[in-house]
């Protein structure tokens, strides 16, 4: 079933045409990356569909809905970013249960909900930690944490993991492939490191100048890359 449906969307920013006409149907559960050079429009597409940037023109659907003009927190979505802001003086526990605690969750409701997503974080024995005392990689576990407890129908990452260092961005790759299969929610992550498009997606969307190049899985790309853009793209080394 198709989740994430993107009508022939644009964007312009003035006189600059960024987003230049994307028609893409995401289907439910799977992971999907959009891959591309930087200022290609990766993030401009994303905040689109996260609704935190308004289209010129176009629909975009999800999970059987229209939500163009939809605000963001009505769209089922949760976004993770690169700069992920922890608040420094809650702790890991607080960081987590943060969006429940606005809403009338009851503590011990919110309390069971932050202990299920440190277990599939693999973040129990750091609950009662601040920010500063963890790593690079556990403070990206609860950034993420932070929007898994929000149940969304569809995870949008923006290249989550460019502030890692190599070895543990190798390690939070599969950490995330194996989230996704946990969870088997709808994921579009986005980077420009062709790396982590080849080894986490099930689809690759190739963006070059606010279109898209090719869509495809990461053999499909690799054997029968559609243009030399991409076959430059996904054959280069970072
Ligand atoms: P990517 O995420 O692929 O690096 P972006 O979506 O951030 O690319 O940017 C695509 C293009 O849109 C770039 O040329 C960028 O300068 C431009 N752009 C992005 N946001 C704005 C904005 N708020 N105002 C004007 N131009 C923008
Ligand atoms: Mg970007």
């Not at 920013?13 to 439910?28: S, W």
């Not at 050079?37 to 597409?45: A, D, M, N």
């Not at 939809?70 to 802001?85: N, T």
């Not at 609860?142 to 949008?156: C, E, K, Q, S």
């Amino acid at each position: 079933m198709a989740d994430v449906l993107l009508n022939d969307i644009r964007k312009s920013f003035g006189a600059l045409e960024v987003i230049k006409g994307i028609n893409l149907t995401v289907e439910a559960g799977e992971f999907c990356v959009f891959v591309g050079p930087s200022g290609c429009g990766k993030s401009t597409l994303l905040r689109m569909i996260a609704g935190l940037e308004e289209v010129t023109s176009g629909q975009i659907e999800i999970a059987g809905k229209e939500v163009t003009y939809e605000e963001p927190s009505k769209r089922g979505i949760a976004m993770v970013f690169q700069s992920y802001a922890l608040y420094p003086h809650l702790s890991v526990a607080e960081n987590i249960g943060f969006g429940l605690s606005l809403t009338r969750t009851p503590k011990a409701e919110i309390r069971a909900r932050v202990e299920d997503v440190a277990r599939v974080l693999q973040l129990e024995a750091l609950l009662d930690r601040k920010p500063k005392a963890l790593s690079g990689g556990q403070r990206q576990r609860v950034a993420i944490g932070r929007a898994i407890i929000r149940d969304p129908h569809v995870f949008l990452f923006d290249e989550p993991l460019s502030n890692l260092d190599a070895a543990l961005r190798a390690q939070m790759r599969i950490e995330l492939t194996d989230l996704h299969e946990k969870l088997g929610n709808t994921m579009i992550y986005v980077t420009h490191d062709q790396v982590e498009a080849m080894t986490m997606a099930d689809k690759i969307v190739v963006l070059n100048n606010g279109r898209i190049e090719q869509i495809g899985t990461p053999m499909e790309l690799y054997e029968r890359p559609a243009t030399p853009f991409v076959a430059g793209f996904i054959g280069s080394p970072k």
